[in-house]
């Protein structure tokens, strides 16, 4: 990384990758006050319902089964109409009013992924898409070394939905800051094609800038079949993700 790349990123690291792209506090949505304890309830419904199934499986199962999940386990409970209606407003939101620009990709909250076109990745408890996602994971482990590891995968809309729901909460229904930590169910990259990776035993490190210090992500970056799509001051208008791969087809 040359000098001006490194500081943007030490700059971004000290701020906290917030910087002057939400400077204007005009610019934030939030959650209605009335949403507040809906929106709370449908979290922990998620959460309960990822324990149900396991991690793994969370990663792809559809909004229609985890419906189905919820109404068949009592102590989860089945969603309801306020809910519902909640969970439906979120997705078909357009992200743009949040100052996330990036492009939709599911046009449906009942997009399901089609579990014949995709593979667990061993000792990972993630999914890849087969094809080009995961033979450029093949070639970045060949590439940068046993020292990388896959840290997230194939996400349904339910398990982008669930991440995005809890980043909201912790942040006091702040949407806009939400969806500029992470894209908003529906249009994240995750439920076509893309994958995040990271270095082995650095835990929640991997999700921060702290990742572009590493000897891995000097190595990702000499990669010509890849590239990153989040990166320094990018047009989808969220902080800088070295970690997010982007699989270019």
């Known amino acids: 990384m040359d000098r001006r790349g490194f500081l943007k990123v030490s700059t971004i690291m000290t701020c906290g990758g917030i910087c002057d792209l939400y400077a204007d506090t005009n610019r934030y949505k939030y959650l209605q006050d009335y949403e507040h304890k809906d929106f709370t309830a449908i979290f922990q419904k998620l959460k309960m319902i990822q324990r149900q199934v396991g991690y793994g499986n969370f990663n792809i199962i559809?909004?229609?089964?985890?419906?189905?999940?919820a109404k068949r386990h009592k102590h989860i409970g089945e969603f309801n109409k306020k809910e519902l209606k909640l969970m439906?407003?979120?997705?078909?939101?357009?992200?743009?009013?949040l100052g996330f620009y990036g492009k939709r990709t599911v046009r449906d909250i009942a997009h399901k992924i089609d579990t014949t076109k995709i593979v667990k990745i061993e000792n990972s408890g993630h999914y890849l898409f087969k094809g080009k996602p995961k033979e450029d994971y093949k070639k970045i482990l060949k590439d940068v070394g046993s020292t990388l590891k896959l840290t997230s995968g194939v996400r349904s809309v339910i398990k982008q939905s669930y991440l995005f729901y809890g980043k909201v909460i912790r942040l006091n229904g702040n949407l806009s800051l939400a969806s500029f930590n992470i894209a908003p169910p529906g249009y994240s990259y995750h439920t076509i094609r893309d994958f995040d990776v990271g270095r082995k035993d650095w835990g929640y490190s991997n999700f921060t800038s702290r990742f572009a210090t590493t000897k891995?992500?000097?190595k990702l970056r000499r990669l010509k079949y890849i590239s990153m799509r989040y990166g320094i001051n990018n047009s989808y208008g969220v902080r800088f993700?070295?970690?997010?791969i982007k699989v270019i087809l």
């Open 62 to 69: 559809s909004f229609d089964e985890a419906l189905k999940i």
């Open 88 to 97: 439906e407003k979120i997705f078909y939101m357009d992200a743009s009013t």
């Open 216 to 218: 891995e992500f000097s």
């Open 241 to 244: 993700e070295p970690w997010h």
